[in-house]
């Protein structure tokens, strides 16, 4: 649901300036933009935590009670609730009121974290939540991969954990790239505070990668019901056809109607032959 949000919203932030330049903006598309921009954040760190914590979940279903993998699991699952809740709390409530957040002709009485006043401090909350969403979402890749490769003994399940990780690098990997864009640009006040222009790389990249990982979080659970379907689409079987030509004998004291019936019938099919078998392989699709 926080997925579909941020989408949504980054869609809404397209048409309300996210691309376009902050003092172009006017004062009403000005507050237009921040309380989208506002959305996709608060969204974002909600989306984050809710999949990690998805994925971790599953993974405390897979070990075994009591084992190391099992006590990591749950250290990191621990600290990634105690991470979204922190951040997702200082972006929903950046200040008092929280309406001062985009009312920009409305004062506040007190701000912090993504809404403070303090450029430095700004800049320090958005770099602190990107660098360590990264450093969890390597944790969380990292720590099925022994269990998943002692398990995978066939080559089918090998190639899906495979591809689970490879989704996983590539999360991991549009996260750094959104670090760097926010840190060279310092969260869109460097070298001119311009939040809409600036801010449009971080906030595609952040929608991309929530989907991406969406993806992800997914496939553990629809694999297995996906793979039973794939396999009922080409099903094969294999039978055998077995032939035995009748000996008909012909007797002087045969009635008319068994004279008449073999006139009609093929010489091959009245004369005597071994017994043939054969075998027929057929692939059924449905």
């Known amino acids: 649901m926080t997925t579909t949000l941020l989408s949504?919203?980054?869609?809404?932030?397209?048409?309300?300036?996210?691309?376009?330049?902050?003092?172009?903006l006017?004062?009403?598309?000005?507050?237009?933009?921040?309380?989208?921009?506002?959305?996709?954040?608060?969204?974002?760190?909600?989306?984050?935590?809710?999949?990690?914590?998805?994925?971790?979940?599953?993974?405390?279903?897979?070990?075994?009670?009591?084992?190391?993998?099992?006590?990591?699991?749950?250290?990191?699952?621990?600290?990634?609730?105690?991470?979204?809740?922190?951040?997702?709390?200082?972006?929903?409530?950046?200040?008092?009121?929280?309406?001062?957040?985009?009312?920009?002709?409305?004062?506040?009485?007190?701000r912090w974290g993504f809404g403070s006043s303090d450029l430095g401090i700004y800049r320090r909350t958005y770099v602190s939540h990107v660098a360590t969403n990264m450093v969890l979402d390597v944790l969380v890749c990292g720590l099925p991969l022994p269990w998943a490769w002692q398990h995978a003994a066939q080559k089918r399940s090998i190639y899906g954990v495979v591809f689970l990780f490879v989704l996983g690098d590539i999360v991991v990997a549009i996260g750094v790239s959104r670090l760097v864009s926010i840190v060279n640009t310092a969260a869109g006040t460097y070298p001119i505070l311009d939040p809409s222009w600036y801010g449009c790389v971080p906030a595609v990249l952040a929608t991309v990668e929530v989907n991406l990982a969406t993806v992800c979080a997914s496939i553990p659970i629809v694999w297995p019901v996906t793979q039973r379907a794939l396999s009922k689409i080409w099903v094969t079987r294999e039978f055998e056809v077995i032939s035995e030509p009748r000996d008909f004998r012909l007797k002087s004291t045969a009635s008319s109607y068994d004279s008449d019936l073999l006139d009609r019938m093929p010489i091959s099919s009245i004369s005597g032959g071994p017994t043939r078998s054969t075998t027929v392989q057929a692939t059924l699709s449905g």
């Not at 949504?8 to 996210?18: D, H, M, R």
């Not at 909600?46 to 006590?71: C, D, H, P, V, W």
């Open 8 to 24: 949504i919203a980054t869609c809404i932030a397209l048409s309300n300036g996210l691309g376009r330049h902050f003092a172009g």
């Open 26 to 110: 006017g004062l009403f598309g000005m507050e237009a933009f921040i309380k989208t921009f506002y959305i996709c954040n608060a969204a974002y760190c909600m989306a984050t935590t809710f999949i990690k914590l998805a994925l971790l979940s599953q993974y405390l279903t897979m070990f075994e009670f009591g084992s190391l993998s099992f006590r990591l699991t749950m250290i990191v699952a621990i600290v990634t609730a105690m991470w979204g809740l922190a951040y997702s709390t200082i972006a929903w409530f950046p200040c008092d009121p929280v309406s001062s957040q985009w009312k920009l002709t409305q004062p506040a009485t007190a």
